[in-house]
Nanobody
């Protein structure tokens, strides 16, 4: 079964932190580079963080130095630690493989940064 389930999003004040989680089915996760994507209102979905199966990471310039992606291969889970959050980080956050599997997109998790 192809499945991705994101969680952890909530309302947070500017400057705050959140940790998102994405539980994946093993058929998606094992040996694959995973990414966190986000889609803000009225904008296209964008890739913000990538982690390879070996743990190498890469980030969009907009989140570099503030977000950290990690993975637990034993739990088929990928995480996104988000610090120093800004209102422009408000979006629905999704995970998927770096080359997205079209029928695997989950519901996403809403992160709202507002005072």
């Amino acid at each position: 079964q192809v499945q991705l389930v994101e969680s952890g999003g909530e309302l947070v004040q500017p400057g705050g932190s959140l940790r998102l989680s994405c539980a994946a089915s093993s058929s998606i996760f094992s040996g694959k580079a995973m990414g966190w994507y986000r889609q803000a209102p009225g904008k296209e979905r964008e890739l913000v963080a990538v982690i390879t199966s070996g743990g190498s990471t890469n980030y969009a310039d907009s989140v570099k130095g503030r977000f950290t992606i990690s993975r637990d291969n034993a739990k088929n889970t990928v995480y996104l630690q988000m610090n120093s959050l800004r209102p422009e980080d408000t979006a629905v956050y999704y995970c998927n493989t770096v080359v997205p599997i079209k029928n695997a997109w989950g519901q996403g998790t809403q992160d709202t940064v507002s005072s």
